[in-house]
């Protein structure tokens, strides 16, 4: 840019000495002539011109056009979040299918939408800047057709991950829970022995056996409530921040969980249009 700048200015100061030079050389004013009869000479007249005031050099001005600075490292890890949300879309539709034709045919359908929707996001506002009404509502409506079938996918991908992850959680054994499966064993053997003939000890067992099967699932219920232990401190964390003002449930952060699982692994194509066109500082 420098070096173009330069010449040009070297190309002015050119075309200036030799408008200099042009101007300041003498004219003559008449022919030189010899009369042979009056035997004389016509003297040459020089005439000078004034030298005009030097040209100004024009500086041109360029305007540089605003160029745009890609974010690599960002760029980067949308593709990452993009290849996540293939995986999972494509994950979800195979495991959907009754057969391998169905599971194959079902995983394609599911990796091709997610790919075509992370980049269609940067190509619906390319035909915005354009100004190309007709393909800018029509990517408009297809971004948001594949938005909710990946969503769609995605939810069921985490649902069912999470529903299996607590529920094994939730059926463990601990040491209360031993301990009740334990006496309730010794107490149903004792009833069973016992109750050949029914009697007062036998009505008696009968109802030590009742109570022994409700310690056990009471022990039960505590061990699935702490099968998820991350909603539930997050719920306890947003009460005692917040003085007990606002008390969500565990089923509040469960559900929110859950969106964020869903929805972020959709959003690398928009991540990637914005990584494209931050600007240059």
């Known amino acids: 840019m420098r070096t173009a700048r330069r010449q040009r200015q070297n190309t ?15 004219e003559l004013s008449g022919p030189e002539s010899r009369n042979g009869d009056t035997n004389t000479i016509s003297v040459l007249t020089l005439q000078q011109h004034p030298i005009p005031a030097p040209l100004p050099i024009l500086e ?19 593709y990452s979040l993009g290849f996540v949300g293939i995986g999972i879309n494509g ?15 079902l995983c394609g359908l599911g990796f091709i939408a997610e790919s ?9 506002a390319n035909l915005w800047r ?17 938005f909710a079938f990946a969503v769609i996918n ?8 999470l529903h299996e992850i607590t529920t094994a959680r939730a059926e463990r054994v601990t040491p209360a829970v031993s301990d009740a499966q334990r006496r309730l064993d010794i107490v149903s053997t004792s009833r069973a022995s016992e109750c050949i003939r029914r009697g007062d000890k036998c009505r008696q067992l009968e109802k030590d056996e009742q109570q022994v099967i409700q310690n056990l699932m009471e022990a039960r219920e505590k061990v699935s409530a702490t099968a998820d232990p991350q909603v539930t401190s997050a ?19 469960a559900m929110l969980r859950l969106l964020l699982l869903t929805t972020l692994p959709q959003l690398g194509g928009l991540i990637l249009m ?8």
């Open 130 to 146: 354009e100004r190309n009404w007709g393909g800018f509502i029509f990517g408009s409506v297809v971004c948001v057709l594949l």
């Open 154 to 161: 995605g939810l069921g991908f985490a649902t069912l991950n």
């Open 60 to 78: 041109a001005e360029i305007v540089k056009p605003p160029r745009q600075r890609k974010n690599i490292q960002l760029i980067i890890l949308a």
């Open 274 to 281: 914005l990584a494209s066109r931050s600007p240059n500082p």
């Open 12 to 26: 002015l100061r050119r075309q200036e000495q030799e408008y200099r030079d042009k101007i300041s050389k003498p």
């Open 116 to 124: 075509i929707m992370f980049y269609l996001p940067a190509q619906t």
């Open 91 to 105: 994950w979800f539709a195979y495991s959907r299918g009754s057969s391998d034709i169905d599971k194959l045919l």
């Open 235 to 253: 719920a306890k964390l947003v009460s005692w921040v917040t003085a007990s003002r606002f008390s969500p449930t565990a089923d509040d952060f």
